[in-house]
């Protein structure tokens, strides 16, 4: 018995410790300088045609990174609604034919968590690659914003997963509370 209990404990802390390898978890001490990279990041924010997008996707990330499935499809669906409004006439040609490359994969993953409320597992794989889409609209039109590429190294049985996020802090929304801070941030998007 104790050399299971032994063995669980080991595989335990070898799956976090795998997880964390290039965590930007803050410690204690960095806590000030996370409030002012946050406080900073909002401070740039600028409208771009695709802000509210944006918007709606940060809002869905938290809310998966909380666990939080019925707040992931008010996201979601807010998601659409921004995608249906979105007036391209300010954009380039080549801004234009970005968007029209991404946004029925986009919409309908949008969609699909919408619709799926009690099913955040669902919500979770749309949102893998939703998040693939969205960076390519962030990377060809802009956000307004700084914004940060993560990467979760433990999602989808180890395959890994992407996301866009706001802060330079990790808070994963695959796999949510259960390992709030595994990832590290990719890239940092001006």
Known sequence: ??????????????????????????????????????????????????????????HLKNALANDDGNDAAVAGKAMVEAMDKLDTSSLTSEQKKAYRDVADDARENAEHIGANAGKIAHQREHFDMLSKDLYDLVKKIGAGQTLYQDYCPMYNNSKGATWISETKDIKNPYLGKEMDTCGSVKEEIK
Do not use: E, R, W
Request: aromatic content about 6%; charged content about 10%.
């Open 1 to 58: 018995m104790k050399t299971i209990f032994s063995s669980l404990v080991i595989l335990a802390a070898l799956s976090f410790a795998g997880c964390n390898s290039g965590s930007n978890a803050p410690s204690a001490s960095d806590s000030t300088q996370t409030k002012s990279s946050t406080d900073t990041t909002k401070a740039k924010t600028a409208a771009t045609p695709i802000s509210a997008i944006v918007g709606h996707y940060l």
